[in-house]
């Protein structure tokens, strides 16, 4: 069964810190994308990546950078955490050109205190 | 205004009803997305629809690319299908292949 994987379901970081959010997915897709999701906005793009070590930056970037240095992989990064970055994050895959569909991860619930 | 807008925001329904949630894109798309998002937060993706309609199970989508509108309906539906149901609409055929999202619409099936 093809997956995105998130390398947690929920996690607790104080004000701050440095976070690391993990993303794996085993399709040999191109594109990877980290999203926020919170209420009343729906799901907003962070950052996205179309092939190893490319990004391009999303509606929402500030405060967050990422990396991909192998294609099944897509981490996103929290430099300082502040407790506005309290949120759901889904990181999500697809093939070049989006073809096939998207595969969403079960999503990592990040409260910063 | 945003690019994609759902209606209802909330829906509640007696078990057995038929559903409908309408989606409305005011951009050119590639493609349109109907995704479901239970309890906890995975989100698994319904259908991709370019022209027509798609029928899967008790679902079915239906998009008009001329007046830019899509349906998500759910026949004989059941509390199993609660959850909320988001609209994505994909824009041209970049290597990005960016989504944007409606808000979503949150389904409560009552038994």
């Known amino acids: 069964d093809v997956k995105v994987t998130q390398s947690s379901r929920y996690l607790v970081k104080r004000t701050g810190e440095k976070v690391f959010l993990e993303c794996v997915q085993d399709m040999d897709h191109e594109n990877m994308f980290w999203y926020r999701q919170d209420p009343g906005l729906g799901l907003r793009l962070i950052y996205f990546s179309y092939d190893v070590k490319m990004k391009e930056k999303g509606d929402i970037p500030e405060g967050y950078s990422v990396s991909r240095e192998k294609k099944e992989r897509f981490s996103l990064i929290l430099e300082s955490a502040s407790t506005n970055q309290t949120s759901m994050y889904l990181c999500?895959?697809?093939?070049?050109?989006?073809?096939?569909?998207?595969?969403f991860g079960s999503g990592t619930r990040l409260t910063v205190v | 205004k945003n690019e994609v807008e759902q209606s209802p925001q909330n829906l509640t329904a007696q078990e057995g009803e038929f559903i409908t949630i309408n989606c409305s894109y005011s951009?050119?798309?590639?493609?349109l997305h109907w995704l479901q998002q239970h309890p906890g937060g995975g989100i698994v993706s319904l259908f991709m629809?370019?022209?027509g309609k798609k029928k899967h199970g008790r679902l079915i989508a239906t998009i008009n690319i001329q007046e830019k509108h899509s349906s998500l309906h759910i026949t004989a539906s059941h509390p199993r299908d609660s959850a909320v149901y988001i609209c994505a609409v994909r824009s041209g055929e970049t290597s990005g292949s960016r989504l944007t999202f409606g808000e979503g619409t949150q389904l409560t099936v009552n038994p």
């Open positions: 951009v050119g798309i590639s493609a």
């Open positions: 999500a895959s697809s093939l070049w050109g989006g073809a096939g569909g998207y595969t």
């Open positions: 629809l370019s022209s």
